[in-house]
């Protein structure tokens, strides 16, 4: 039974931080591309940012260096620091994992954790 388990959000003021986490079982864990995306009520699901089981991350144009994410490989685990964070970055973050190699084509999505900016 594959699980992401996401924690962390909540409710914070326009200038505040958090950090998500996302604890991945039942995968091999290493094997997986990593993810975070976001979704606002009304709006498409976006990518945020990803890292490869090397480390390599990519982010969305918006985030504009406040968020970096990474990754424990030992404890299976994924995280994003958000910083600086905005009104308009209130959404429900999603934990992703998109298998590489022999588990190509394999995705699976953590529940969401909802993040509410106020001003």
């Known amino acids: 039974q594959v699980q992401l388990v996401e924690s962390g959000g909540g409710l914070v003021q326009a200038g505040g931080s958090l950090r998500l986490s996302c604890a991945a079982s039942g995968l091999t864990f290493s094997t997986y591309t990593m993810g975070w995306f976001r979704q606002a009520p009304g709006k498409e699901r976006e990518l945020v940012a990803t890292i490869t089981s090397g480390g390599t991350t990519s982010y969305a144009d918006y985030v504009k260096g406040r968020f970096t994410v990474s990754r424990d490989n030992a404890k299976n685990t994924v995280y994003l620091q958000m910083n600086s964070l905005q009104p308009e970055d209130t959404a429900v973050y999603f934990c992703?994992?998109?298998?590489?190699?022999?588990?190509?084509?394999?995705?699976?999505w953590g529940q969401g954790t909802q993040v509410t900016v106020s001003s």
């Open positions: 992703n994992a998109d298998g590489t190699g022999w588990t190509r084509g394999l995705k699976y």
